[in-house]
């Protein structure tokens, strides 16, 4: 299943993808120059969660917020949510 979108361009903007179009450009059509936009959009988004995932790994870290794995998931979820419930006292 596909959906269509149509988008109005600045004469600028129809200049430049003109120019990413056809035989002198990277793409045979402006639909695959959008959707190749649209998936290196998704990738960077995907890519900003998980460098701020990492980055709040390290800030706990710094702030003394770890404890020792005890090697199983639920087991070590259960120990965070005490952890957190507490304070990390």
């Known amino acids: 299943m596909s959906d269509r979108i149509n988008a109005r361009l600045s004469q600028p903007l129809a200049e430049f993808v003109g120019r990413m179009v056809g ?3 990277l793409y ?3 639909s695959e120059y959008v959707r190749d936009l649209i998936r290196r959009d998704m990738e960077r988004r995907d ?3 998980v460098q701020d995932a990492i980055l ?3 800030r706990d870290l710094a702030a003394g917020r770890v404890f020792a794995s005890s090697g199983d998931f639920k087991t ?3 120990a965070l949510e005490r952890k957190e419930a ?3 006292q």
Do not use: H, L
């Open 23 to 25: 035989e002198a450009g």
């Open 28 to 30: 045979e059509t402006p």
């Open 47 to 49: 890519g900003q969660f």
């Open 56 to 58: 709040a790994g390290y």
């Open 76 to 78: 070590d979820m259960a």
């Open 86 to 88: 507490d304070g990390w």
